[in-house]
């Protein structure tokens, strides 16, 4: 069955701290992988990545796959409090359904 | 652009009541999607229309879980009845490419069982 599984499941920084978050996926069929930022609403897009090695940045976040160990990083340096939420993984897979890991929920202290 | 419009946001029933929810995705969106999100946890996806057909509805529970989407456009999903395990946040979903891409969630609606 095809899974999605992030870690850790909580952390607790404080500002200006470097994250990493780690996402391994088991997706028969995969296409792509996408990070979503989750606060208490609808999770907001981050990145999309599908290929491997290509470092996508936003800011202070970015991103890179590894398609043949078959995870992906998501770093975020310098945090900021506005940066406490549920960090979502999910990816394309078979069935054409988008699958969810548990996510990770970063806390930044002041 | 206006975004993925879902209601109502907050709903309180007892067990073995039921419940409706209406989501109207982006306009121009084929695929529209409903997952459920049960606290500490990500979502799960339960059913997926391609325009007003279903591509997937395999982790539906059909004996109380139903959805439809007449005309292709919005959407219903009905819990009938209700129990305690139904309690989760509600998101719907849609986007432009079908089985890739973003996919663009709205706020949630917010299902307590008591």
Redesign the interface.
């Known amino acids: 069955e095809d899974k999605v599984v992030q870690s850790p499941l909580s952390l607790v920084v404080h500002e200006g701290d470097t994250v990493t978050l780690n996402c391994s996926y088991e997706v028969t069929n995969f296409r792509s992988l996408l990070w979503y930022k989750q606060e208490k609403k609808a999770p907001t897009f981050l990145f999309m990545l599908t290929s491997s090695g290509i470092e996508k940045k936003s800011g202070r976040l970015s991103s890179i796959l590894d398609k043949k160990e078959l995870f992906s990083i998501l770093n975020i340096t310098a945090t900021q409090t506005g940066d406490s939420a549920v960090y979502l993984c999910a990816a394309w897979g078979n069935n054409n359904d988008m699958r969810f890991g548990a996510g990770t929920r970063l806390t930044v202290k002041p | 652009e206006a975004g ?1 419009a879902q209601s109502p946001r907050y709903k309180i029933i007892e067990k073995r009541q039921s419940v409706a929810f209406w989501c109207n995705p982006i306009s121009g969106h084929a695929t529209l ?1 409903w ?1 459920q999100q049960i606290l ?6 339960l059913i ?1 229309f391609q325009n007003n057909g279903v ?2 509805d ?1 982790q539906l529970p059909k004996d109380r879980f139903s959805a439809e989407r007449l005309k292709g456009v919005d959407s219903t999903l009905k819990i009938q009845p209700a129990k305690l395990e139904d309690s989760a946040v509600y ?1 719907c979903a849609s986007s432009l490419a ?11 609606s917010r299902l307590t069982v008591l």
Not at chain 2, 98 to 108: A, K, N, R
């Open positions: 993925v999607y997952y500490g946890q990500g979502p799960k996806l997926q591509v997937d395999s998101l079908f089985g890739h891409g973003e996919l663009f969630f709205g706020e949630g």
